[in-house]
C-alpha cells in the first residue's frame, strides 16, 4: 500500500478506496422508503376524505427537513428526516386539499394541468429525498471502508513491513527521503475518502474530512424540482405572451442558462473539483431554502402570498443560487484559495454537522491568508 501511494504521488494520480458493492444496502433503505410513501399516501388519502389539512404545512416542513439533512452529518437524524420527507412528499401527492399548484380564479391553468404540476413537483420532491438516502449510505460506506484501511496502521510507513525482505528493502530504498510525502498522501486519503494532487495541496490548509463524498441530491434538486416548479407556474399559469413583464421571460432565461453551464462544469471537471462543486451546491442550496421560507412564513402571516408571487419567488431564489454556485465553482478550488478570504470560504464548503460550526468560527478571526502551492512547486523551491 504505501508503495502504490509512493507512486500515485510521484506521478500525480488518483488513490482510491476499493470498497464491495453498496447495492444490498441501498436495496434494504429502499424498502424502509417505499414504506414511508406508502403510509404517507394513506395518511393523505384519509385526511382528503375528512377534509383536513392546508396547503402549505406539509410543503414548509419537507423543504425544512431537506435543508437540514444537507448539512447535518448524524447518521440517525439523516435517516430519519428522510423517512419523514418521504411520507409528507406522498402526502401531499395524494391530497387534493393540499396542492400548493392551484389555478388561479381568473384564467390560468385548468383543473387537470394543476393536478398534473402538483403531482410532478412532489415526485420529484420524493426522487430526492432517495438520492439523499443514498447519499447517505455511500458516506457511511467510505468512513467505514476507511477505518478498515487503518487497521494496522501506525500514523508512517515508517513502520510498514513486508512478508519478503527482500521488497521491503527495495521499497524502502526507492521511496528513500519521500516518506513524509507519502505519510500525507495515505493522511489525504484516510480523511477525505479519496487522495488527490489537489487535495494533497490542500489538506495542509483546510480540513478536508470527508471531502470525497458525492453529494448528487443538490444537484439532482437544484436541476430538477426547483427550476422544474418555477418554469411551469410561469408558464402555464400566464402563457408565453408578447405582453407579459420582461423580468419574467429574464428569470427563465437566467435559469436555463446557469443550469447548463454548471452540467457542462460537472461534466468537463476532474472528481475533486466535482465534489467540490456538488458540497458548494449542497451548503447554498440549503442557504437558499431557509431564505425562502421565512419569506414564505412572514407572507403567510400577513395573508399577503398568492400563487403567481410564490412561484416567482421561488424561481428568482433558484437563479440567485444556480449564480452563487457558478460564482464559486468557475475558479475551482486553487482559484478561489489564493483569493481573499478564499481559504476560509474553502473551510465552509467541505465542513458538514459540527465541523461547520468549527468552520464558521475560523472564519470570524483575522487570519492572513495562504495561497496554495502543488507538491511540484514546493519541491522546486526547496531545491
Request: glycine share 6%.
Amino acid at each position: 500500500c504505501a508503495y502504490e501511494a509512493y507512486l500515485a504521488q510521484e506521478e500525480g494520480k488518483t488513490i482510491l478506496i476499493a470498497h464491495s458493492s453498496h447495492f444490498p444496502q441501498i436495496l434494504a433503505a429502499l424498502r424502509w422508503i417505499v414504506l414511508a410513501a406508502f403510509v404517507g399516501a394513506a395518511l393523505g388519502l384519509a385526511s382528503t376524505l375528512r377534509g383536513v389539512g392546508g396547503p402549505y404545512g406539509g410543503a414548509v416542513l419537507a423543504l425544512s427537513l431537506m435543508a437540514f439533512s444537507l448539512v447535518i452529518q448524524d447518521e440517525t437524524f439523516r435517516r430519519l428526516m428522510h423517512l419523514v420527507g418521504q411520507m409528507l412528499c406522498w402526502i401531499e401527492v395524494t391530497h387534493r386539499a393540499g396542492w400548493v399548484f392551484k389555478a388561479e380564479e381568473e384564467g390560468g391553468a385548468s383543473l387537470s394541468m394543476d393536478y398534473v404540476l402538483h403531482v410532478c413537483y412532489w415526485l420529484n420532491i420524493s426522487f430526492a429525498f432517495c438520492f439523499m438516502e443514498v447519499d447517505r449510505i455511500q458516506a457511511r460506506s467510505t468512513v467505514l471502508e476507511a477505518k478498515e484501511l487503518q487497521h494496522g496502521y501506525r500514523g508512517s510507513i515508517e513502520y510498514a513491513t513486508c512478508s519478503q525482505e527482500t521488497d521491503e528493502t527495495s521499497i524502502r530504498k526507492e521511496i528513500a527521503d519521500q516518506v513524509d510525502r507519502v505519510d500525507h498522501a495515505i493522511h489525504v486519503l484516510l480523511t477525505a475518502g479519496m487522495s488527490t494532487p489537489l487535495l494533497r495541496d490542500i489538506a495542509r490548509m483546510v480540513s478536508i474530512e470527508h471531502a470525497a463524498f458525492s453529494e448528487v441530491t443538490a444537484a439532482v434538486f437544484l436541476l430538477g424540482p426547483v427550476a422544474i416548479a418555477g418554469f411551469a407556474v410561469v408558464l402555464f399559469q400566464h402563457g408565453v405572451m408578447a405582453s407579459e413583464p420582461a423580468y419574467r421571460a429574464t428569470l427563465v432565461g437566467i435559469s436555463l442558462l446557469s443550469r447548463l453551464i454548471l452540467v457542462l462544469l460537472l461534466c468537463r471537471s476532474h472528481w475533486d473539483e466535482q465534489r467540490y462543486i456538488l458540497k458548494i451546491m449542497s451548503k447554498l442550496l440549503a442557504m437558499y431554502f431557509w431564505l425562502y421560507m421565512i419569506v414564505v412564513v412572514f407572507a403567510l402571516i400577513l395573508r399577503d402570498l398568492n400563487m403567481n408571487s410564490a412561484a416567482l419567488l421561488w424561481l428568482l431564489v433558484g437563479d440567485i443560487c444556480s449564480v452563487s454556485i457558478l460564482s464559486f465553482a468557475i475558479p475551482g478550488v486553487r482559484g478561489l484559495a489564493n483569493l481573499p478570504l478564499g481559504l476560509k470560504v474553502l473551510r465552509l464548503f467541505f465542513s458538514r454537522g459540527s465541523n461547520a460550526v468549527d468552520a464558521i468560527s475560523v472564519c470570524v478571526r483575522c487570519e492572513p491568508n495562504m495561497s496554495i502551492e502543488s507538491d511540484a512547486d514546493s519541491d522546486g523551491s526547496g531545491d
